[in-house]
């Protein structure tokens, strides 16, 4: 439509013709609309080339499935069955189509989620890996997670709104948000186990403690706590409680290269750990100028004694000591792997007494596959506990797994590397861990705009509410 302005020499607008007001109103919300759109572009990367995101790994809480997801794919392999597995969707919904960041089984296992920069999140049965629900979400996802009585699956978006979906409801039951961190990225977020709270943290260094109410579509009103200290952005957390423990405790970890234990309810900081003195992380002679470490992601053991704990920049696993009764963390030792190894994501399963862990990146491809057979590459590690004294739960010796002893041997590593011979790819390993580190740097960085661009951005947000 082209845009008619008045000849009236009057530059007041009320002298305009209808239609040119029309026109210019138009017009006026389109550069609205599209100055919104490049101002979301830019806080989300999409101004430039696409940033590389880390591959993630989950496991069935008894082993029987192992996940992997690198960029869009989610390669699936069951162990019971000793077989790949395909994951459909017979109800015709959307495919991953971008770099899915967040992954997560429920825990009784029946249940898998899957969600990232598409925009939608995807609800799996796990004994036929069925897609049963399609879910659209507003903005790109960063963290998902399912309710302990499997009934919900709440998802957070990168403006920091938790939303929830009810799996009891009709199938085309839209999301509602029930809690939001006020525009700060979400990084995880877990249910307690006793499935009362629901833990979020984000970028600008809180974790929020969140009572999951009865009737959660409703809202999830009430916090239980704060809990604050870490001095940079909180990047994971996990709940770790013993047998005699009905509430445990909450471990964090962050870009300050500390874990952190919480008591939950009252958001009381219990220990800090520090890691940068562990084995040599911050050497002088490795570190560029502004670089940062930071950890990347933790997991507890059932009974909550073994902490593991991946770190940027380290090739392998920190194994930290938790007491419990004392409410302390000690470092325990360091399970180093090959130098190109840096794990991108831990899950320990503790029936098992096996470490899974996986690194990757969503633009790592493999030279040496065949043109026409193209993979995402990705590397699985599998570290087993031996525990040396039968009475002593904390004693542990772990030992790294060749590929010929891992669980499913050659049908696994070729489903979830995308080729066997993943060692050899060292150089772009390399490439990757480079890649995940800066990526990550940049989202965890909150850029600053103009008070005229903050304006804006309300403004048209508003207008969207009132039009809605």
């Known amino acids: 439509m082209s845009v008619i302005i008045s000849q009236n020499q009057n530059p007041n607008p009320w002298f305009c013709t209808p239609l040119s007001l029309i026109d210019l109103a138009l017009r006026n919300t389109y550069i609205l609309y599209m100055e919104e759109v490049l101002i979301e572009e830019?806080?989300?990367?999409?101004?430039?080339?696409?940033?590389?995101?880390?591959?993630?790994?989950?496991?069935?809480?008894?082993?029987?499935?192992?996940?992997?997801?690198?960029?869009?794919?989610?390669?699936?392999?069951?162990?019971?069955?000793?077989?790949?597995?395909?994951?459909?969707?017979?109800?015709?919904?959307p495919h991953h189509s971008a770099s899915i960041r967040a992954i997560s089984f429920s825990s009784d296992g029946e249940l898998f989620a899957s969600a990232g920069d598409d925009k939608i999140i995807k609800i799996w049965k796990t004994d036929s890996w069925n897609c049963i629900r399609t879910v659209q979400s507003e903005k790109k996802v960063s963290a998902v997670s399912i309710s302990q009585d499997s009934q919900y699956v709440t998802f957070a978006d990168k403006f920091g709104v938790v939303w929830i979906v009810s799996l009891k409801e009709d199938r085309d039951t839209k999301a509602v948000p029930i809690l939001g961190h006020y525009?700060?990225?979400?990084?995880?977020?877990?249910?307690?186990?006793?499935?009362?709270?629901i833990a979020t943290a984000d970028r600008d260094y809180k974790i929020r403690i969140t009572v999951f109410p009865r009737n959660a579509l409703k809202g999830a009103h009430e916090i239980q706590s704060f809990c604050l200290g870490h001095t940079d952005f909180v990047s994971c957390?996990?709940?770790?409680?013993?047998?005699?423990?009905?509430?445990?405790?909450?471990?964090?970890?962050?870009?300050?290269?500390?874990?952190?234990?919480?008591?939950?309810?009252?958001?009381?900081?219990?220990?800090?750990?520090?890691?940068?003195?562990?084995?040599?992380?911050?050497?002088?002679?490795?570190?560029?100028?502004?670089?940062?470490?930071?950890?990347?992601?933790?997991?507890?053991?059932?009974?909550?004694?073994?902490?593991?704990?991946?770190?940027?920049?380290?090739?392998?696993?920190?194994?930290?000591?938790?007491?419990?009764?004392?409410?302390?963390?000690?470092?325990?030792?360091?399970?180093?792997?090959?130098?190109?190894?840096?794990?991108?994501?831990?899950?320990?399963?503790?029936?098992?007494?096996?470490?899974?862990?996986v690194m990757g990146a969503s633009n790592l491809t493999s030279s040496d596959l065949n043109n026409n057979n193209q993979r995402l590459l990705t590397r699985v590690r599998i570290i087993s506990f031996l525990q040396k004294?039968?009475?002593?739960?904390?004693?542990?010796?772990?030992?790294?797994?060749?590929?010929?002893?891992?669980?499913?041997?050659?049908?696994?590593?070729?489903?979830?590397?995308?080729?066997?011979?993943?060692?050899?790819?060292?150089?772009?390993?390399?490439?990757?861990?480079?890649?995940?580190?800066?990526?990550?740097?940049?989202?965890?960085?909150?850029?600053?705009?103009?008070?005229?661009?903050?304006?804006?951005?309300?403004?048209?947000?508003n207008d969207k509410k009132i039009k809605s």
């Open 237 to 357: 957390l996990a709940f770790v409680c013993s047998q005699d423990q009905s509430k445990g405790f909450v471990l964090s970890g962050g870009g300050d290269l500390t874990v952190r234990l919480w008591d939950y309810i009252s958001g009381s900081l219990l220990y800090t750990c520090a890691l940068d003195d562990k084995a040599g992380i911050l050497e002088a002679s490795e570190i560029e100028e502004n670089d940062k470490r930071a950890v990347t992601d933790i997991c507890a053991s059932s009974d909550g004694s073994l902490i593991s704990v991946a770190v940027q920049g380290f090739n392998g696993v920190m194994l930290l000591s938790c007491d419990l009764v004392a409410k302390t963390l000690s470092f325990v030792k360091n399970v180093s792997m090959e130098k190109s190894f840096i794990p991108t994501s831990l899950v320990l399963v503790s029936s098992k007494e096996r470490l899974w862990t």
């Open 183 to 197: 525009c700060s990225i979400i990084t995880s977020m877990k249910f307690s186990p006793d499935g009362r709270f």
């Open 389 to 461: 004294d039968p009475l002593d739960s904390c004693s542990r010796d772990p030992a790294l797994l060749e590929d010929s002893q891992v669980p499913g041997g050659e049908k696994l590593l070729m489903q979830l590397q995308g080729c066997l011979d993943a060692a050899a790819q060292e150089a772009a390993f390399a490439a990757a861990a480079a890649a995940v580190r800066t990526s990550l740097q940049n989202m965890m960085i909150k850029k600053q705009y103009s008070v005229e661009r903050r304006e804006l951005r309300k403004r048209n947000r």
């Open 42 to 93: 830019s806080e989300s990367g999409n101004s430039c080339t696409d940033e590389a995101a880390p591959a993630l790994i989950a496991v069935h809480p008894t082993e029987s499935s192992v996940v992997v997801a690198v960029g869009s794919e989610l390669r699936v392999f069951d162990l019971k069955g000793d077989s790949a597995v395909s994951p459909l969707d017979e109800l015709g919904g």
